[in-house]
């Protein structure tokens, strides 16, 4: 009969510790920290460094910039998103209408035959990040919408806008010539001039 081998006890780690651990020892040993987990691992040392280099540039995860390209809708997409954090800026995060009605941020992707849906995403975000991340993209999707609306309102009940010089000389030229031709011709001839002698 096979025995298990005896697992060492983890080390005991402050959370400076953990957090140097995490990002500086090899993913091996941060995996065994976890009880064998690779993706956890992996995820957890994207992580720290992610999390070292917001504090080095005197940041956090929520000082990010969105920018919002909302679409016609096609299917279930709405629009795309642009995030920028720090110095980083990412593309083509998707507004997407779930089977439910509501809409998340699908995150970006490219296509993939191995997968089961087809594609594979380029960008992960954590799952503590993830529903803070969602509500500050869609919150500015709204208010892009918003806005978009309030614009098309205020076009439809502007006054007309004058019109471009080209069209005025066209108009002038059109009705001219209907005037012209709405005038009675002259008759050679029959028009005299009188002359006061004097």
């Known amino acids: 009969m096979a025995t298990k081998p005896k ?11 953990e957090m140097e651990f995490m990002r500086t020892a090899p993913i091996a040993e941060v ?9 956890l691992a992996v995820q957890l040392r994207i992580d ?3 999390d070292e280099t917001y504090r080095k540039l ?9 920018s919002i390209r909302p679409i016609e809708p096609q299917g279930n997409l709405y629009g795309f998103a642009s995030v920028t954090i720090g110095s980083i800026r990412i593309d ?6 779930n089977k439910d009605g509501e809409l998340f941020v699908g995150l970006p992707s490219k296509p993939d035959k191995t997968s089961t849906t087809g594609y594979r995403n380029t960008v992960h975000v954590d799952k503590e990040f993830r529903y ?33 010089m080209a069209d005025q000389l066209k108009k002038a030229g059109q009705e001219a010539s209907k005037a012209n031709a709405a005038r009675p011709t002259k008759e050679k001839g ?3 001039v009188k002359r006061d002698d004097r």
Do not use: C, H
């Open 31 to 39: 995996a065994a920290y976890l009880g064998g987990d690779l993706d």
């Open 48 to 50: 720290a460094v992610v």
């Open 7 to 17: 697992s060492e006890p983890k080390p005991e780690l402050t959370a400076e510790e």
């Open 92 to 97: 083509d995060f998707k507004i997407v209408e």
């Open 190 to 192: 029959k028009e005299k």
């Open 132 to 164: 803070d991340f969602n509500a500050a993209v869609l919150r500015e999707y709204r208010a892009t919408v918003e806005q978009a609306r309030s614009r098309a309102d205020n076009l439809r009940t502007a006054p007309d806008k004058p019109e471009r």
């Open 58 to 66: 005197g940041k956090t995860r929520s000082d990010m910039e969105i």
